[in-house]
T-cell receptor, first 111, second 113 residues
Framework: GQNIDQPTEMTATEGAIVQINCTYQTSGFNGLFWYQQHAGEAPTFLSYNVLDGLEEKGRFSSFLSRSKGYSYLLLKELQMKDSASYLCAVSPNTGGFKTIFGAGTRLFVKA | DSGVTQTPKHLITATGQRVTLRCSPRSGDLSVYWYQQSLDQGLQFLIQYYNGEERAKGNILERFSAQQFPDLHSELNLSSLELGDSALYFC????????????FGPGTRLLVL
C-alpha cells in the first residue's frame, strides 16, 4: 500500500528554525516533493528530492533518506508569511503516474 | 502566477445538477492532473491526462468524468452533484508523464447547496 505521515500542526516563532517531518511507505519510489499551500490558494512547488541527502534552497532545505522512507523540510529564519500548510508528496514507481499527497502540516508562525 | 488557468473561480449550484470545470495548462505542458481538496483535507488525486489520453486514475467517482482536448485544455465534468462534492478543485500541469514538478492552477471553489 501507500501511506504518507506528517504532523497535523506545528507552531514556531518568527526568526526561528522549524523542521517538518514526513515518513512514507510506497510500493516503489521515484522521488519526494514538498509543496507550500496558503489557505484557499494553490499549492506551490518548493523542492524535489530523488537522491539521499540534503538540498538547500535559500531559507528552505529538504532532506531525504530512501532507506528509511523519511524526509524533512527545514525552514530557517521563519517569517510570518511562512504560515501555511506544507505538503509532502511521493512519486511512486508504479504503472501510471500519480503523485500521492500527504494531508499536510499546518505551520503557524507567531511573533 | 503558475501559468495554469482555471475557470470559473467560484461555482454555486444545487444538488442533482451537473457542472463543468475548465483548465488550460502551462504553455508546453502535455500532462493535466485534477485534484479535489475538501475543507481541511489533503489533496485527493482524481485523474491525469497526457497528450489527450487518460494516463492515471485515482479516487474519481463514476459521477465524475474528464477529458483532454487536442489543444491540451481539459474539462472535469461533475454530475448528480451531492452536498459532499463541495470542495476546491485544482488542476495542475507538467511537461511530461513522469515525476516532473506539477504547477497548480488557482482552483475552482464549488459549493453545492
Amino acid at each position: 500500500g501507500q501511506n504518507i505521515d506528517q504532523p497535523t500542526e506545528m507552531t514556531a516563532t518568527e526568526g526561528a528554525i522549524v523542521q517538518i517531518n514526513c515518513t512514507y511507505q510506497t510500493s516503489g519510489f521515484n522521488g519526494l516533493f514538498w509543496y507550500q499551500q496558503h489557505a484557499g490558494e494553490a499549492p506551490t512547488f518548493l523542492s524535489y528530492n530523488v537522491l539521499d541527502g540534503l538540498e538547500e534552497k535559500g531559507r528552505f532545505s529538504s532532506f531525504l533518506s530512501r532507506s528509511k522512507g523519511y524526509s524533512y523540510l527545514l525552514l530557517k529564519e521563519l517569517q510570518m508569511k511562512d504560515s501555511a500548510s506544507y505538503l509532502c508528496a511521493v512519486s511512486p514507481n508504479t504503472g501510471g503516474f500519480k503523485t500521492i499527497f500527504g494531508a499536510g502540516t499546518r505551520l503557524f508562525v507567531k511573533a | 502566477d503558475s501559468g495554469v488557468t482555471q475557470t470559473p473561480k467560484h461555482l454555486i449550484t444545487a444538488t442533482g445538477q451537473r457542472v463543468t470545470l475548465r483548465c488550460s495548462p502551462r504553455s508546453g505542458d502535455l500532462s493535466v492532473y485534477w485534484y479535489q481538496q475538501s475543507l481541511d483535507q489533503g489533496l485527493q488525486f482524481l485523474i491525469q491526462y497526457y497528450n489527450g489520453e487518460e494516463r492515471a486514475k485515482g479516487n474519481i467517482l463514476e459521477r465524475f468524468s474528464a477529458q483532454q482536448f487536442p489543444d491540451l485544455h481539459s474539462e472535469l465534468n461533475l454530475s448528480s452533484l451531492e452536498l459532499g462534492d463541495s470542495a476546491l478543485y485544482f488542476c495542475a500541469s507538467s511537461v511530461g508523464v513522469g515525476e516532473e514538478t506539477q504547477y497548480f492552477g488557482p482552483g475552482t471553489r464549488l459549493l453545492v447547496l
